[in-house]
């Protein structure tokens, strides 16, 4: 059987990813992980998507084994393609939170067991499920459903607007100049579907939108560029204001860690449209789907 990796989104057809998030709802029935592990590879700090996941295995019958990337040093002890291959000889599966999206391609190039992107400075896949999946439960289905995204056209964001395209929904993001999404992320969209509209008016994404969608404004290993980036994102700050122009019934969404009086009220992050913490729980039965997926197909 071919291995499937998952460094993106669009790595499962429209249908894959429906499939994926029904096997989110269920309880795996049989445990496909019963006696082996999976590797939870992890340069950058987490705490959901690492708990998320741990537990996730367990639910499948597995072991997780978390390892910070200095621990192992990462292409300074051994490169990562020597690590994927050793630790494809004990697990089922290799996940891994890099800051350069080609060690995780190098990983996947190397490994014999299915590598899952958990987090890399392009894309978040495993997060866009869990979203994906906690407004199909609110909303029942997603097609013809409005998305509006505030901010930094970042990881969370590229994940989120490919699967929202795949899922039959639209997309808006307005986004300061200079930190929107690149005409190879734009083209990608459409090649599955979709649409990502641009702006740099936040009010004109989300306006009418279902749901709105938002993230810090400096991620991890952008640090230096923090202070240029609260001039930059002046005005991006999802407040009440702003989801008054949304749709009557809107959501909001915010994968967390958030920044309260940032990028995003404490009215909005803690008021009563926002979905984000069963946003957060749903990265476990999402990540949990996908790996009975990846696995074994989701067999019973
Ligand atoms: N949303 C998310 O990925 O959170 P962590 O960085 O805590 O894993
Ligand atoms: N865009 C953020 C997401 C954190 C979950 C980052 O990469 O730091």
Not at 17 to 44: F, N, Q, S, Y
Not at 76 to 86: F, I, Q, V
Not at 121 to 138: F, S
């Amino acid at each position: 059987m071919t291995v499937r990796h998952l460094l993106e989104v669009d790595d499962l057809s429209p249908d894959e990813l429906t499939r994926v998030l029904d096997l989110a709802e269920v309880d795996p029935p049989a445990r496909p992980l019963e006696g082996r592990g999976v590797a939870l590879l992890l340069e950058k700090p987490s705490a959901r998507t690492r708990n998320a996941t741990e537990m996730a295995v367990v639910q499948l019958g597995g072991h997780p084994v978390s390892m910070r990337g200095e621990e192992v040093g990462v292409d300074g002890r051994e490169s990562a393609e020597d690590l994927a291959r050793t630790l494809s000889g004990y697990h089922g599966a290799i996940g891994a939170r890099v800051f350069d999206h080609h060690t995780l391609e190098r990983m996947a190039g190397a490994a014999r067991v299915p590598v899952v992107n958990l987090l890399s400075d392009v894309g978040h896949p495993t997060q866009a499920l869990a979203d994906l999946l906690t407004l199909r439960q609110h909303f029942g289905s997603l097609t013809g459903r409005q998305l509006a995204w505030v901010g930094d056209a970042n990881n969370v964001f590229t994940s989120l607007s490919l699967a929202a395209a795949m899922a039959g929904m639209g997309v808006r993001a307005a986004c300061p100049e200079g930190f929107g999404p690149d005409d190879a992320h734009l083209a990608r969209v459409r090649a599955r579907g979709g649409e990502v509209a641009v702006t740099t008016s936040p009010a004109e994404a989300v306006a009418g939108a279902h749901v709105v969608s938002t993230d810090v404004w400096t991620s991890m290993g952008q640090e230096h560029e923090a202070e240029a980036r609260r001039r930059a994102f002046t005005g991006f700050r999802v407040d009440a204001a702003l989801m008054a122009a949304a749709h009557a019934d809107a959501v909001f969404l915010h994968c967390l860690p958030a920044h309260r009086g940032e990028e995003v009220a404490t009215g909005v992050v803690d008021g009563p449209q926002s979905l984000v913490w069963p946003q957060a729980t749903n990265r476990m039965h999402a990540v949990r789907g996908l790996l009975w997926f990846l696995l074994d197909g989701g067999r019973p």
